[in-house]
């Protein structure tokens, strides 16, 4: 047949036009493949499909990628043709060979069914497949040091090397800042590398130790032995990219499609070209070794040896030692990463001091015994490194002069000090983390009316983990500072609405464009009181929910979503890779903006303000302020960011709060309204409405409850201040 769409299929060898076909090159490496007894058709893979099973005929030349082919030559003398619209292979279906066995496209995967044999007519001849590999990669050390990366193509530098879980395949993918993307890399004193994937820590590795051109690299459990197929060459190429090159078959990993890289592009093994698609680039990058949470802290020696603080005290000053396991909260400790500094601190649970390097940067020296210290943000004496050894162990650096935590001469006996030390690779700066809870009860004494409702939510909802934390502050010295002015406008406002007139607002002065009156005093210690939302079924206590947290699936924030102008696949996806790329909780994510800019997203920020000639979106209202050129200053915040889609607004608002709010300490909904946490204490309040936080907290219950979410593991992190009345701050009449 000569027309449109005529079928490409195997038939028995006959000197028959239908059977010659002319190779013709074109400028972008790539050939178009013309039957000869059809002058103006070339093959084509039919409609351009994507997927495996494709059809592949013959239709006009009309100069689309689904018309050009890589030739590829394999080392057994045949050739490959792999389609530049997909990637995929010229394939016989089923692997026959039968008359009229039909020719399609499908995973390049290396079999017969997928290879061709070029016999010369009268008018052409045929190019000669390569015999041998024309270049070898050199083993040797680079100049790259051990450490995460995260690897990029040559090519397109927004693609990155992925894994892609549950799959074990290595493959391209947009970068995306998960831990998925990042490969800790190490030089093996022999002239290779190991690549191995952050978050499975498997080996990067030639599938069966293939030698063929086109064999997969996958991902495989780490051979800490000779195997070779998981040692790698690592040169660095004259424009200062990087080539990797396998010790077991002399080939190197190349991105398949001849240059054209997309995300799910495949990764194999291939000859050496020196070609783009051989190139990559390696950027050093970070990622969290420890999840936050409550750790016990044990000796790699003798893990029945923890951290502990020298006979439980709450003082500072108190010296950390080791000492045997007993299940006290002297020897736990809340463990938070700081995504924007790139460090953790720990907080010894029993007194909410932080452990800290006497005399810091500028006394610190080896040897230097370690105590507990009230909470400064300021200082590197409580700032710490957590390096991963990959073998169940880590060592903890402090970030003066990068001394590495150690007890002192190896020891195991109960009461060695704990000190600071140069680096010495030594199972005494070796340590074990595991996941603990609390076993102690708040002094009721000291703190009055927090314990029984924490035990009772405890008892109620035996996921949720409750943290408390010790301001020290003064509890009037704190409602004075929050019942103030700043830059002509209260601190604490409360809503124009009937239910708060009388004691709840100063006057009639109306503040933020109208919808807020000043709090009065007893307003806000009613708001602020935390035993005024301890009831037992959890419904208000919301607002203390540590956000740090970036866990949450697609189902889930879907179903919280539902029926807001939030329910659609572009937010929802733009509200995981915030929270993932931020480290802050998505169901916080989304219940901001749906508090910022309503259910309905009718708010002037979403997308309702133009500036400069450009809409702009600006979802979580930064820097919208109570001014009347508020929303002018909250559009040029987000023009200046380049926010012109919710889907930008929702990234970059995110890595805002993760920056300037979450990753400094205020990561809860109550400490971003009242700042009794980070310094300066008082200032930098998200919010100044005194429900707030309440509301917002209040509104992601029942959204966890009505999704079924409510059984989950959730952290509160209820304040305490001290000289607080004996009874909870009751409510003003309204």
Known sequence: ?????????????????????????????????????????????????????????????????????????????????????????????????????????????????????????????????????????KPGKADITDGIYVIKSKINKNMVFDIDDPSSDLHIWSESNTDNQKFKVTYLNNGYYSIRPVYSKKSIDVAGKGQDNGTNVWQYPYDEGENTAQQWIINKTEDGNYMIGSKCNDKCITIQGNGNVHEGSEIYMWDVKNTDDQKFIFQETSYQ???????????????????????????????????????????????????????????????????????????????????????????????????????????????????????????????????????????????????????????????????????????????????????????????????????????????????????????????????????????????????????????????????????????????????????????????????QTSNISPFHIASRIKQEMGPDGGATMNGHYTYKGRTVYNLYNIDVDSGNDGMEHGAKYAYDRNWFTPEASIIGGAEFLGRYYIGIGQNTLYFQKYNVVSSPLYQHQYMQNIRAANDEGNGIYYAYKNNGLLNSHFTFVIPVYENMPASPSPRPNS
């Not at 239908?18 to 493949?33: P, R």
């Not at 995973?107 to 041998?132: C, I």
């Not at 239910?499 to 807020?516: H, M, T």
């Open 1 to 137: 047949s000569k027309e449109d769409g005529a079928n490409l299929q195997i038939w028995a060898i006959g000197d028959v036009e239908q059977q010659k076909f002319k190779f013709t090159k074109l400028n972008n490496g790539y050939y178009k493949i013309e039957p000869k007894h059809a002058p103006g058709k070339v093959i084509d893979v039919s409609g351009a499909g994507q997927a495996n099973g494709t059809n592949v005929n013959q239709f006009r030349d009309n100069g689309t990628v689904a018309q050009m082919w890589e030739v590829r030559g394999n080392l057994d003398g045949t050739f490959t043709f792999i389609s530049k619209c997909n990637n995929k292979a010229m394939d016989l279906y089923g692997g026959a060979s039968t008359n009229g066995t039909n020719v399609q496209v499908y995973n390049n995967n290396g079999t017969a069914a997928q290879k061709f044999v070029l016999e010369p007519t009268s008018e052409g001849t045929v190019p000669k497949p390569p015999d041998t590999p024309t270049q070898k990669l």
């Open 289 to 579: 070794v420890i999840q936050n949470g409550m750790y016990e802290i044990a000796m790699k020696k003798d893990p029945n040896k923890l951290l502990d603080i020298a006979g439980g005290s709450v003082d500072n000053c108190a010296k950390v030692q080791i000492f045997s396991r007993a299940n006290v909260d002297q020897q736990k400790f809340y463990v938070t990463y700081n995504k924007a500094g790139d460090f953790y601190t720990f907080q010894a649970v029993h007194s909410s001091k932080y452990l800290d390097v006497p005399g810091g940067e500028d006394l610190i020296e080896p040897g230097t015994q370690i105590w507990q210290y009230t909470q400064n943000n300021d200082s590197n004496a409580q700032k710490w490194k957590i390096i991963d050894l990959w073998n169940g162990t880590y060592n903890i650096v402090s970030l003066c002069k990068n001394l590495y935590l150690d007890v002192d001469d190896g020891k195991t006996d109960n009461g060695t000090k704990v000190k600071v030390f140069t680096p010495l690779g030594t199972n005494a700066q070796a340590f074990i983390f595991t996941k603990t809870t609390s076993v102690n009860s708040i002094d009721d004494n000291k703190y009055p009316g927090f314990r029984i409702p924490i035990e009772r939510l405890k008892a109620a909802h035996p996921n949720w983990e409750i943290r408390i934390k010790y301001t020290g502050l003064d509890w009037d010295t704190v409602l004075s500072n929050e019942d103030t002015f700043s830059g002509g406008s209260p601190k604490s406002l409360i809503p124009v609405d009937n239910r708060y007139l009388g004691e709840w607002k100063v006057g009639d002065p109306i503040y933020d464009r109208g919808s807020c009156y000043q709090a009065t005093r007893k307003a806000i210690a009613y708001m602020m009181d935390p035993r005024n939302s301890l009831d037992e079924d959890g419904s208000w206590l919301f607002q203390f929910q540590d956000l740090s947290s970036s866990s949450g699936t697609k189902e889930e924030i879907k179903r919280m979503v539902s029926g807001t102008f939030l329910d659609r696949d572009s937010l929802i996806n733009a509200i995981l890779q915030a929270a």
